[in-house]
C-alpha cells in the first residue's frame, strides 16, 4: 500500500521559515520524482517544486530562491525548505509521487498538510 504522510506545516509569520517533510512507503522512492504542489481554496492546485531520482529539481517561478526541494533516499523521505514566506504561500501543500511499477509510472499523492502565513 503505497503512503505519502507530509507533516511541518503550521501556522508562521511573514519573513518566517517552515520545513515540510513527506514520509514515502510502497513505493521504490530512489526510482520516483517527487515534488511538492500547493493548493489555496478555490483555485487550482499549483506545483511548487520536483525532484528527480538523480537529484533534478525545478521550481514556480513564485518560489526560486525562496523554497529548497531535496530528498533522503535512504530515509524515503522528501523536504520542502520555505524561507521568507509571504502571505501568499499560505495554502495546502501536497507530497505527489510519480512511481514505477512494472513498465508504467503512477501518480501518487498524500493529504496535505496547512501552511498558514501571517501579515
Known amino acids: 500500500q503505497v503512503q505519502l504522510v507530509e507533516s511541518g506545516g503550521g501556522l508562521v509569520q511573514a519573513g518566517g521559515s517552515l520545513r515540510l517533510s513527506c514520509a514515502a512507503s510502497?513505493?521504490?522512492?530512489?526510482?520516483?520524482?517527487m515534488g511538492w504542489y500547493r493548493q489555496s481554496p478555490g483555485e487550482q492546485r499549483d506545483l511548487v517544486a520536483t525532484?528527480?531520482?538523480?537529484?533534478?529539481?525545478n521550481y514556480a517561478d513564485s518560489v526560486k530562491g525562496r523554497f529548497t526541494i531535496s530528498r533522503d533516499n535512504a530515509k524515503n523521505t522528501l523536504y520542502l525548505q520555505m524561507n521568507s514566506l509571504k502571505p501568499e504561500d499560505t495554502a495546502v501543500y501536497y507530497c505527489?509521487?510519480?512511481?514505477?511499477?512494472?513498465?508504467?509510472?503512477?501518480?501518487?499523492w498524500g493529504r496535505g498538510t496547512q501552511v498558514t502565513v501571517s501579515s
Open positions: 505527489n509521487a510519480d512511481a514505477p511499477r512494472g513498465s508504467f509510472y503512477y501518480k501518487y
Open positions: 510502497g513505493i521504490f522512492f530512489s526510482d520516483s520524482a
Open positions: 525532484i528527480t531520482g538523480g537529484g533534478s529539481t
